[in-house]
């Protein structure tokens, strides 16, 4: 029953080892969002793919990098992780895109440790 | 840029009260405006979505009222559960469908 899904629940890493999360959709939607949430803050925007097409934000560090081989999934490459990066890692998933109006799906976070 | 801002921060109230959760947004050129939920270590759950051109919104106990041009979102919930204690966002969604989220309000209900 489960529509996004993200792998793993909870990771740990040690600092600057790079470190891969993961995200697959049974929605078929074009659209994949991945936010990253700090402690008792809201959730920022680092990048989103629509179809294939990768969008970076403006402020989202080199260090971040992100994969979609197919529509179904989608991945979070954090190539050197410092203590900074620790945060809850949320995938999305939508139908829309420009000038659409779909509601964002959410997965259950991954929980980043960064030792 | 878009600014959201979420007051109160904070709520605790007894089994039984209504919700009053504030929303409020800067630049008016939204293209909707969602409600989520989010429980403690748990990602969003989308509650409502309020297109632009609409004044309401409604699902069951709850119900989101959107001002667009004063920049202000309320979402209501009736006779409150503690099932209902979790954190509340906010996010206008530009025409791109990106979100921006307010920091949210955390509720907690009270048996």
């Known amino acids: 029953d489960a529509m996004v899904i993200q792998n793993p629940r909870y990771q740990v890493t040690q600092f600057g080892k790079p470190v891969t999360l993961s995200c697959s959709q049974t929605?078929?939607?074009?659209?994949m969002y991945w936010y990253q949430q700090k402690s008792s803050q809201a959730p920022k925007l680092l990048f989103h793919y629509y179809d294939k097409d990768f969008n970076n934000e403006a402020d989202t560090p080199d260090n971040f990098q992100s994969r979609r081989p197919n529509t179904s999934f989608c991945f979070l490459d954090i190539r050197s992780p410092g203590l900074g990066d620790a945060a809850m890692y949320l995938c999305a998933t939508s139908a829309g895109g420009t000038g659409r109006t779909e509601t964002q799906y959410f997965g259950p976070g991954t929980r980043l440790l960064v030792l | 840029k878009q600014e959201v801002t979420q007051i109160p921060a904070a709520l605790s109230v007894p089994e039984g009260e209504n919700l009053v959760l504030n929303c409020s947004f800067t630049d008016s050129a939204i293209y909707n405006l969602q409600w989520f939920r989010q429980d403690p270590g748990k990602g969003l759950t989308s509650l409502l979505l309020?297109?632009?051109?609409?004044r309401e919104q409604t699902s069951g106990r709850l119900n989101a009222s959107l001002d667009k041009s004063s920049g202000r979102s309320t979402l209501y919930i009736a006779a409150s559960q503690p099932g209902d204690s979790a954190t509340y966002l906010c996010?206008?969604?530009?025409?791109?469908?990106?979100?921006?989220f307010g920091a949210g309000t955390q509720v907690v209900v009270t048996p």
């Open positions: 996010a206008p969604t530009d025409s791109w469908g990106k979100l921006q």
């Open positions: 309020i297109q632009s051109s609409q």
């Open positions: 929605l078929n939607h074009n659209v």
